[in-house]
């Protein structure tokens, strides 16, 4: 059989028959593999812990007539091991890893970019970087970016007028100025569209300096911009840490103009987060992962 050689990230694994595993591979070259490890559940194996999740590894594979077969794997970065000694980087890097499969629709199909984004996603998360949550987000936008699906955060997405704009319309694709803005819309807060902005184009220190209350609307935005364009959520992102049970974002109403509710809705965020801090110092209850849009 053919052979190859290709560095990849490690997706996903399931059993096959009494001693083998099927290993979901996103690799720099030939895109999203599948691929036999023979043996690689025996002590024995000369595999070891190489072929887990998040694992950064250099391989070599046999071309089969559906699956190809790993005949050598090598670690070049050892990610996994940061993961899987924290939850919350754990399960970040599992919403990080199936978004990836998610988008990589078609076996083989090169995917470089979507490749060097989940590495450099990963290389982050284990450093500690940045807040974890951050970089998640900022995955998510970037990759939806690299599949054809980036937000507007300036000009309006549905007739490209200049912004900034107050409101953010998932299924139009971003902000949306006044003229084109559907009923039911998420108005944001500058801040938070400013956030979701440099989380996009990596501008990071505006993106560390930002204030939890805009990060929990900006994740609530990411997770229902993303789901709308998966058409269906993501099955790890309802695990991951996040700093409340929801995420609410608050609705236009009929007047676009009217400025005071979003000063009421400020001065009730602020109240409702101090006392969310308070009740749960130290912990971080589980996010729905759902963005919740709420009246």
Known sequence: MPLYVDEAVVLRTHKLGEADRIITLLTRHHGRVRAVA??????TSRFGARLEPCSYVELQLAVGRSLDVITQAEIRRPYAEAMYADYGRYTTAAAMLETAERLTVEEREPATQHFLLLVAALRSLADGAHEPSLILDSYLLRSMSVAGYAPSFDACARCGTGGPHRAFAVAAGGMICADCRPAGVAMPAPETVGLLAALLTGEWP????????????????VSAYLQWHLERGLRSLPHVERFEPEIRVRVAEDDPHDHSEHDDHEQHD????????????GAFPHDTGRGVISR
């Open 206 to 221: 505006v993106a560390d300096a930002s204030a939890d209350r805009h990060r929990r609307e900006a994740t609530g935005l």
């Open 38 to 43: 023979k043996g690689v559940r025996r002590t």
């Open 270 to 281: 602020h109240g409702r987060t101090s006392g969310t801090d308070e009740q749960h110092e």
